[in-house]
């Protein structure tokens, strides 16, 4: 994944992070909607890392 790819999907995921919880989210009484939602976008961040971060090479 290229770094100006890598930033625009780490970009997004910061700002779905922010509005989702206060917009679509915010009918949500129960704590699993929002243990979902943030399961979730921690997975999507761990996987755009791996995708980022494979080519590294050790010294």
Do not use: E
């Not at 910061?14 to 704590?31: D, H, K, M, N, Q």
């Not at 909607?33 to 050790?58: E, M």
């Amino acid at each position: 994944m290229k770094t100006p790819l890598w930033l625009a999907v780490m970009a997004l995921l910061i700002a779905l992070s922010y509005l989702l919880p206060y917009t679509l989210l915010r009918g949500v009484s129960s704590w699993a909607g929002a243990f979902l939602f943030w399961c979730v976008v921690t997975l999507l961040a761990i996987g755009a890392n791996v995708l980022y971060t494979r080519g590294w090479k050790g010294r």
